[in-house]
Each structure stands twice: as structure tokens, then as C-alpha cells.
């Protein structure tokens, strides 16, 4: 629960966890800036995290070297309650690198259906010089009303996606969810709502 992290991090959200501020374990110094103006959300960040370093023993040249790491968002409102943005986060430890690129949307289609989805790419290098890069990819479709709801929602995620400042618990999978739901809701009466 840390204040620099807490305040505004509404601006790094998107629907896939690209920025997740407990990845940066020992700050010291750091930067943020975050504003609106008219239909556009802009936030920037920049830190340092010592703990790279720290963890490494004496006799390696990166002992006590910073991780730097560096988040960029873009979003803008294109219709009532809708949006599309762009999130690219960096974060660099001696040779190796971590670069991940979003393209996200949240399309009002109307007052009961919401279409989200969201594009990643990643690219990684790794400090004995091999590198791995991969896309992935989620889209959700959601409905709500009085009687039905419904809900379906795709993850897929490639075996060499990654992202280092991020919280992605699982790569290599595709996924696919639906739930739908019917209520019939009486008037008065103990029961508020059945159905299957």
C-alpha cells in the first residue's frame, strides 16, 4: 500500500494486469505524471528498483545495480462510456530488457451489451544474450439486464509472451468462458429472483 502507487493508478489499468506496481520491490527514486484534459487520460512513470542488484552476489558486476523501469498510457474517450488506449512498460537490468506494447478498447454497444478487448506484444532479452518475444490477446463480451445476463470471455496468451512489470500468472494457454443466466423477478413476495 504504497502512496506513489496508489495514487492515480486508475490511469496504468488495463483489462490484462501489463502494470502491476509489487513488481518494483525497492524503489528509491521516481517520477509520475498523470492528467486529463477533455477526452484524454495521459500517465507517465518512471523508477528505479534496487532489488535486481541486491540479490546478486558481490563478485557479479551487476551487484547493486538499479532495474529502471518505465510506463506509458494513453487513453481517450470516443463515445459515452467508451474508450480505446495504448500502454507500452520497459523495464532494463544490465543487458536484458523487457518491453511489452497494449492496444485496448471498452465499446459501449448499447446500455446492456460491452464489447473489451486487448492486443499485447512482448519482447525479451535476457542477459545471456537469448531473447523470446510472443503476442497475446483477450476480448470479453458482457451483457446485463433486468431477466438476462450473459458473459463470454477469451484469453489467449503465447508460450513466449512475457511481461516482467506486469501480473500475467499464466502463459501458453487459450481460453475460452461463457455464463448465462435468466431471471424471472416477482413482484412483492419473499423471493427477489429464481430461474437457471
Do not use: C
Not at 29 to 57: C, E, H, N
Not at 139 to 160: C, I, K, N, Q
Amino acid at each position: 500500500k504504497r502512496p506513489f502507487f496508489i495514487e492515480n493508478a486508475g490511469y496504468f489499468e488495463t483489462r490484462q494486469t501489463l502494470f502491476f506496481s509489487r513488481r518494483i520491490v525497492d524503489p528509491q527514486f521516481g517520477v509520475r505524471l498523470t492528467g486529463k484534459k477533455g477526452g484524454w487520460a495521459v500517465g507517465g512513470l518512471a523508477i528505479d528498483d534496487r532489488a535486481p542488484g541486491r540479490q546478486r552476489s558481490g563478485a557479479d558486476p551487476l551487484h547493486d545495480r538499479r532495474a529502471g523501469v518505465g510506463v506509458v498510457r494513453v487513453q481517450r474517450e470516443v463515445a459515452q462510456q467508451s474508450t480505446i488506449g495504448l500502454l507500452f512498460t520497459s523495464r532494463d537490468f544490465g543487458s536484458s530488457s523487457n518491453r511489452v506494447i497494449s492496444f485496448d478498447t471498452r465499446l459501449k454497444l448499447n446500455p446492456n451489451w460491452v464489447l473489451s478487448g486487448q492486443l499485447m506484444g512482448s519482447d525479451t532479452r535476457q542477459l545471456d544474450g537469448t531473447g523470446r518475444s510472443g503476442p497475446a490477446y483477450f476480448a470479453e463480451l458482457t451483457h446485463s439486464g433486468r431477466h438476462f445476463s450473459y458473459y463470454a470471455r477469451y484469453v489467449d496468451r503465447s508460450p513466449d509472451f512475457g511481461s516482467q512489470v506486469g501480473f500475467i500468472p499464466r502463459v501458453d494457454i487459450r481460453q475460452i468462458e461463457q455464463f448465462a443466466r435468466y431471471s424471472w423477478r416477482p413482484r412483492g413476495g419473499r423471493v427477489v429472483s429464481f430461474g437457471p
